[in-house]
């Protein structure tokens, strides 16, 4: 086949691929990110209810929505690499 300076179509799972890998190195990025202004406050203080009944909540720690966005980014980036690295040639 003679070249006609077209450049050859991209597979849709190609580019599906494309796109999942950059989102998951996007998500790992905010990820990482987050997780970086997460640090201890320089300031402390302690706040109680001597007198209530009620329980209160365990809280997540600060970063956990930083450490699920970088475990997400990196299943993404995976995914994608494994779909680009492992996909048959035609």
């Given at each position: 086949?003679?070249?006609?300076?077209?450049?050859?179509?991209?597979?849709?799972?190609?580019?599906?691929a494309c796109c999942i890998l950059v989102a998951?190195?996007?998500?790992?990025?905010?990820?990482?990110?987050?997780?970086?202004?997460?640090?201890?406050?320089s300031f402390g203080w302690f706040a109680y209810?001597?007198?209530?009944?009620?329980?209160?909540?365990?809280?997540?720690?600060?970063?956990?929505?930083?450490?699920?966005?970088?475990?997400?980014?990196?299943?993404?980036?995976?995914?994608?690499?494994?779909?680009?690295?492992?996909?048959?040639?035609r």
């Amino acid at each position: 086949m003679a070249d006609d300076g077209i450049p050859p179509r991209r597979s849709r799972v190609t580019v599906v691929a494309c796109c999942i890998l950059v989102a998951g190195v996007v998500c790992a990025g905010i990820g990482a990110w987050r997780l970086r202004m997460a640090g201890s406050a320089s300031f402390g203080w302690f706040a109680y209810a001597p007198l209530s009944e009620g329980s209160f909540p365990a809280v997540l720690f600060p970063g956990a929505l930083a450490v699920v966005l970088i475990a997400v980014g990196a299943l993404c980036v995976g995914l994608g690499a494994g779909i680009l690295l492992g996909r048959r040639s035609r």
